[in-house]
């Protein structure tokens, strides 16, 4: 084990599972006056509660914390487990957006286990009840959606922190779910248009990775602990560019990945027909150089449920002759650069500054 | 016209008309930021904005307000516009609420224009786009009613009132929001398992008419305005008795209601197969006198697509008999005396008690 930063504190090193703690004290609290009102409520309660506890890399908490942490936030200070709760609300956005993601894309699975949507219509039939088992499932998960989105704010406004540090904190928690939402709408608009612009794939990075996966998470941890404009403008340039980076990285993995690596399918974002800017780009360089049949080519394998071997091969090949892999390394390694500049000039208290940088090196470089 | 109370404020006789105006701004103030970052955002800000704006008693703004006002919040005062903003707050949980009940619902109208999972799906239609439409309604569904409640939240979290007015409110409107989406999931249970209790059908009636559309709005106005625990606890007592009142009869006038004042068919509760508690009564009571044909009778009119004006003379028929009308009529009469008493005992700062007797008076005693 390497040994930890000389200033770094325990909880630096163990933050998932201190968000799963905190989210768990949370997640009990929360569920109890309903349990209490009515039985039948622990199905939803615990819907949601094992949804939460069940996995995730817990991103968008350890995002805010190192923003708070280099903004000075102190962990030996009295306001730390209050600041783990703010910090851990914003798994509880991110469960709506996949319970309600998964309903809207049809989804069967995820991490392994039905879907929420699916779990609740398999309930309904196999209790044999009246109706539709399919819409059942449907309310079910827009409900759960619902109570999750409800109880992030519920957990970040009653955390415990100092009512001005949460009120510097509010127009970024509230933008940053509006950003969240918006670049759902936009992926679902661009799927459903069959927009190949890379702009458009570009935007849905900015707003769903960027803006709502590290920007805002940053700016949250940073204005709780009072962090002054500057460091809060750095810290945001430093997420819209390492968060368009990492999606970019995943597009490659997404078709390049190995799957003993990355634990699903070669080829998978061509299979699920994924709009991003690595295909984007590809069919670009193809309109711009004439080669229909290329294009042609690639916009085959794009949804191809069946996709052989050979076509992932094929697909690899194409992106790479036309040029794509080529621009987006590039554009990974400028985000990268300028992410890194804009993190250098920011001046964060250590360790945060060295967390970020090593996170980013990380997940720009990944495999998986 | 009747004139104003000699305490009584210009707002006080307008409301609604107040509610729509605060709405209509904070909407625009809340979408701009959207609209600016990419122009296809204007669908799903302006579907919610038509939405919120289309129409709608405004009923839980003016039980906050009445709360605020009784607890002695005074118009006059500096905070009007922004007690206002708070309150109207209301409405957009409220809009979620309906957006996402249509379509867990699958209803195709509401208001007399398409519900907005139906006008999202023409759209995909219309322009021919790829994949479900429906699919692509019901994304549409789901994003906008998520964004009503982050907006809702932004609108009360950010009205500017002083922070410690809000956190004293605070544990209100969260327990509202789960209040809400409990009283939904159960109605949604209550449906699928066909139950026939009259419990069941009163414990969704306390969640969302009591809970969610009296009691919490006005609890929050009370808080608002930094009313004490015990003026509070009248009015949530109030609330709760009031609240079950007006949904007991508006179940009566969902069997018993003449369509050219409810403007809803006659029979329309019977039509859609709703389990009130009405008629869980009727149920209830033929079990207990072993009168098993008319309950056979009662219940194959529940869910009738075809049902036929003498269907519904049958039923109102078999609801009299068996004694069900009488009870539900007993019930009404006995919650709102006691509200009435709740209501009393609170000592309201005038109009606030006057009003709300009226509010209580006409709303149960109403005839559409």
């Known amino acids: 084990m390497v040994p930890a930063h000389p200033a770094s504190h325990p909880i630096d090193e163990q933050l998932p599972t201190e968000v799963a703690r905190v989210l768990r004290t949370h997640l009990t609290r929360l569920g109890e006056p309903l349990r209490t009102t009515e039985p039948s409520f622990a199905d939803p309660v615990d819907a949601l509660t094992d949804f939460v506890l069940g996995g995730g890399k817990r991103l968008r908490p350890t995002f805010a914390w190192w923003g708070w942490r280099g903004a000075g936030g102190d962990p030996t200070g009295p306001d730390t487990e209050q600041l783990l709760c703010a910090v851990s609300s914003l798994e509880l956005i991110q469960a709506c957006a996949l319970v309600h993601d998964d309903l809207m894309d049809s989804s069967d699975t995820r991490r392994g286990a039905p879907t929420v949507h699916i779990e609740f219509g398999r309930r309904h039939r196999e209790a044999g009840w009246l109706g539709s088992a399919e819409q059942y499932g449907l309310a079910g998960a827009v409900l759960i959606g619902d109570l999750a989105l409800a109880w992030a704010d519920d957990m970040f406004y009653r955390c415990g922190l100092p009512e001005a540090r949460l009120a510097s904190a509010a127009p970024a928690w509230h933008a940053m779910r509006s950003e969240m939402l918006a670049g759902q709408y936009l992926d679902v608009l661009t799927q ?174 990944r495999e998986s």
Not at 317 to 324: D, S
């Open 192 to 365: 459903a248009r069959g927009s190949e612009s890379v702009d458009a794939a570009l935007r849905i990075d900015q707003l769903k990775t960027a803006a709502y996966t590290v920007a805002r998470p940053l700016h949250i941890g940073a204005a709780l602990a009072g962090a002054d404009e500057s460091l809060i403008a750095a810290l945001r340039q430093f997420g819209a560019d390492i968060g368009v980076a990492f999606q970019l990285r995943d597009d490659m993995l997404g078709v390049f990945g190995d799957p003993a690596v990355t634990g699903k399918p070669a080829g998978d974002d061509l299979r699920e027909g994924k709009r991003t800017v690595l295909l984007a780009r590809g069919l670009e360089y193809a309109a711009a150089k004439n080669r229909d049949a290329e294009a042609r080519r690639l916009r085959s394998y794009l949804g191809k449920a069946e996709l052989t071997e050979q076509d992932v091969f094929d697909a690899r090949q194409l992106l790479v002759e036309l040029g794509a892999v080529d621009a987006v390394e590039r554009q990974i390694t400028e985000l990268t650069e300028s992410a890194l500049a804009a993190l250098a000039s920011a001046g964060l208290a250590e360790p945060a500054g060295e967390r970020l940088r090593a996170l980013a090196m990380a997940a720009t470089k």
